[in-house]
């Protein structure tokens, strides 16, 4: 890696356009991706299939985005992040638009859920991952503020889904929403850089001291990331809540629609999940600056957890959108908070490849969580049993976040600053 020598501080620090392409990723990528409810019912009737059936797009697209940050962050570690996160975008937008001429529900699994699913895979993990390079002191605000492109993209996409849906049909609908990912999320990754010394300054804009730049970042290497307590029960919290984590997105539309809600307020639940998401990533991921990231995200467990319970209880439309504002805060605070811990527990050496590792506990439980509650709906035609699983899942999730909080640091990891925040 060539260091530039030390120059004057700007004026802006590079770090927050790094923030802003991430911002830019999470917002058309995952944003695109979770339009999928207000999709559910045309796909159904243009290929008369079950709800389960068509639920399997979505999973099979969420294991993907999340199971290939394992291959993703390790390339961005060491290829740099920015030319995977520009291919990922435009694979995003050519799935969308790919699955908008598919003949038969088979081809939009091939373009939707292949498309998508490795195009965020590409992106999400090397882009998140970077902006975790930027900053020390602010780099729980710095991640919410990147991942909340995720609870923007959640209230704004899909009511513009639906509208293009109603104004185009389905399928022009998923080729203009593919467009847009790859100009915007496409033209905004190219702002991406790895690490702050490649400026010639420290984490947060700050210059470096007298002397070199040190040739190398302290931290675990992903063996001894692995290896640790703490990454084996942290994986193990990830993967049980993610069973029902999801259920959410694919199924609260038609939830709300067999309760008798309008089409048009039941799509705009997905917006209220991206409300709560928003403030959630960017409230509750500068909280986890002075709390410390350990007992913020041990909160945001408990938090998905009471929500999901409530869900059941809410069927009026009022019920329904306090439902989706609270699910939403308790989930964006997990996704902002999550890799800001996974820094401070493990360190930045090969930060990329430690959460590309870890996403793949979530991508297992969204490959089976939203398509076990579509069939199960098909069996019971009810969604009582997938919503308490999904409950249990999180409570069980929240017990073991609770051990892994009272364990030691990884020896010699040099993550010592999760110390101050255990």
Known sequence: MTIRSASPRPRLFHGWLV??????????????????????????????????SVSIVFSLAGFLYFGLGIVSGPLADR?????????????????????????????????????????????????????????VRRRGFASGLAVSGIGVGTLAMPPLAAWLIGALGWRHAYVVLGVLTMAIGGGMALLIENDPRSRGLYPDGDPPPAGPLPAS?????????????????????????????????????????????????????????????????????????????????????AGMTLS??????????????????????????????LPALVMDYFGARHVGGIIGVLYTSVAFGTLVGPSAAGFAFDVSHSYALPILASAVANLVATGVMLGVSRMAAPGGSGAAAAESGA
């Open 308 to 337: 999901l319970a409530a869900w059941p209880l809410s069927v009026a439309l009022w019920s329904l959108l306090a439902f989706a504002l609270a699910f939403g805060v308790f989930y964006g605070g997990f996704v902002a908070i």
């Open 19 to 52: 923030v802003a392409a991430a911002f830019a990723i999470t917002f058309v990528g995952f944003g695109s991706a979770y339009t999928f409810s207000a999709f559910v019912g045309s796909l159904q009737r243009e290929f008369a299939a079950s709800r389960g």
């Open 79 to 135: 290829w740099g992040a920015r030319r995977l996160a520009v291919a990922g975008m435009l694979l995003t937008g050519a799935g969308l638009a790919i699955a908008g001429i598919a003949h038969s529900l088979l081809g939009v699994y091939a373009a939707y859920g292949l498309g998508v699913g490795v195009g965020v895979g590409c992106a999400y993990v090397p882009a998140v991952s970077a902006v975790q390079r930027w900053f």
């Open 217 to 301: 970042v302290p931290g675990c290497s992903v063996r001894e990331a692995l290896a640790s307590p703490r990454f084996v029960g942290l994986y193990a919290a990830c993967l049980i809540c993610s069973f029902g984590l999801f259920v959410p997105f694919v199924h609260l539309v038609p939830y709300a629609l067999d309760h008798g809600v309008e089409r048009s307020w039941a799509v705009l639940l997905l917006g209220a999940i991206g409300v709560g998401s928003t403030a959630g990533r960017f409230f509750l991921g500068g909280m986890a600056d002075r709390m410390g990231c350990q007992r913020a995200l041990l909160a945001m467990f």
